[in-house]
């Protein structure tokens, strides 16, 4: 398996733009989590789905992100608009059963996103 | 809401001492997962820690969940260049599945 894939791995804006990531989960996986990692904030979870159902999406900083999950094999995590203090590396993981047993999450590479 | 915290922040050692990080929970854990990250990496899984008073080997380094599942240690025996990195506790509350992630301790070995 390929592993988690997230794309762009890099994204430069400028604010105001409109930006969307990627996320392939692996396949069979049921779980699907979105974190942002800053070194002030360190890493957040910003929303979490099951079977491609959102389920908690309480870290979601503002109205200005959103994310879906169309499908077991895709979800995007958008903001509109950008701003400089969403300037961060965006990690989507996959996870096949976190309520029990050894429900380790597998991290995607990143994407790392500058807004300027 | 469910806190974890971890201490250090940041850990300098010289190459063979000994390296620990602890996590401890405002609430009791159902769970507590660790993971390390390398530079310019992403976190990936060590173990998973489940039972009361649980301890778990992987080579040098050795795992402990606390007697009332509130709080973690990662112990690392004689440190090497390899092991640098940012080493992560993420806990799962009793009857949730949201895991909150520590803000990790980063681990310097000088050779």
């Known amino acids: 398996d390929a592993g988690v894939i997230q794309s762009p791995r890099h994204e430069v804006t400028e604010m105001g733009q409109e930006v969307t990531l990627r996320c392939k989960p692996i396949s069979g996986h049921d779980y699907l989590f979105w974190y942002r990692q800053t070194m002030m904030r360190g890493l957040e979870l910003l929303i979490y789905?099951?079977?491609?159902?959102?389920?908690?999406d309480s870290g979601m900083p503002e109205d200005r992100f959103s994310a879906k999950m169309p499908n077991a094999s895709f979800s995007t995590l958008k903001i509109q608009p950008s701003e400089p203090r969403d300037s961060a590396v965006y990690f989507c993981?996959?996870?096949?059963?976190?309520?029990?047993?050894?429900?380790?999450?597998?991290f995607g590479p990143g994407t790392r996103l500058t807004v300027l | 809401g469910q806190q974890v915290m971890q201490i250090p922040q940041y850990q300098h050692v010289q190459e063979g001492e000994d390296f620990t990080t602890y996590c401890n929970s405002s609430?009791?854990?159902?769970?507590i997962q660790w993971y390390k990250q390398r530079p310019g990496g992403h976190p990936v899984f060590l173990i998973q820690l489940v039972k009361s008073g649980e301890v778990k080997k992987q080579k040098r380094l050795t795992f402990q969940f606390g007697e009332a599942k509130k709080n973690s240690s990662l112990h690392i025996t004689a440190t090497q260049t390899t092991d640098v990195g940012t080493y992560f506790c993420?806990?799962?509350?009793?009857?949730?599945?949201?895991?909150?992630f520590g803000a990790g301790t980063r681990l310097f070995v000088k050779a």
């Open positions: 993981a996959s996870s096949s059963l976190p309520g029990q047993g050894a429900a380790e999450q597998f």
């Open positions: 993420a806990g799962r509350d009793t009857g949730g599945f949201k895991t909150i």
């Open positions: 609430t009791t854990l159902s769970n």
């Open positions: 789905f099951n079977n491609n159902v959102p389920i908690d």
